[in-house]
């Protein structure tokens, strides 16, 4: 079972299994707001199986611009469907190659399929004849959010606010 962590001022901070959250429950750090599941037997006290708890200290988190783009990166940010065809993606392909001067950055990279990357290979956009799905850019603020939030949990949809613009990068 995952557990939601809310930082004291109510935002989603990370997901951590139920035992770390009732560890922290335990030792006076954060209060269980929802729960579900059959509770954690310790040797001295039974505890509900938090599924959202709230830290009582906030928790400042710094957040800088993106980061250098990566494989995972990437696959996050187009929900892991190709940029050609839309289908299912698992590898990333280079809109310009680099074989013709394109660079790594999160404006020349997309996911793609593998039977839509080893069609294209080395060529450009314009030589097949192909347009892009999705324009590639650099990440938003969601990209800080944990990865587990792309598919949350019934239980967590009451303390999650987004806006609608974040509901739609993450469905």
């Keep these: 079972m995952r557990t939601l962590?809310?930082?004291?001022?109510?935002?989603?901070?990370?997901?951590?299994?139920s035992r770390r959250a009732a560890v922290l429950v335990m030792r006076g750090k954060a209060?269980?707001?929802a729960e579900e599941?059959?509770?954690?037997?310790a040797p001295s006290?039974?505890?509900?199986?938090?599924?959202?708890?709230l830290l009582h200290r906030y928790v400042r988190v710094v957040r800088r611009g993106p980061t250098a783009p990566s494989r995972r990166g990437i696959l996050r940010r187009d929900r892991r469907r190709c940029g050609y065809c839309e289908k299912s993606a698992a590898t990333v392909?280079?809109?310009i190659p680099r074989s013709r001067g394109g660079s790594s950055s999160w404006e020349n990279l997309v996911a793609c399929c593998g039977p839509c990357?080893?069609?294209k290979g080395?060529?450009?956009l314009e030589q097949l004849g192909w347009m892009l799905c999705t324009t590639p850019k650099a990440p938003t603020n969601h990209m800080w959010l944990p990865a587990e939030l792309d598919a949350p949990q019934e239980a967590w949809m009451p303390f999650l606010e987004y806006s609608g613009a974040d509901q739609r990068a993450l469905a």
Excluded: C, F, Q
């Design 5 to 17: 962590v809310l930082n004291a001022g109510y935002e989603p901070l990370s997901v951590v299994t």
């Design 37 to 41: 599941g059959s509770p954690i037997a």
């Design 31 to 33: 209060s269980i707001l």
């Design 93 to 95: 392909d280079h809109v």
């Design 122 to 124: 080395d060529k450009t």
């Design 117 to 119: 990357n080893v069609r």
């Design 45 to 53: 006290v039974l505890l509900p199986r938090p599924a959202v708890i």
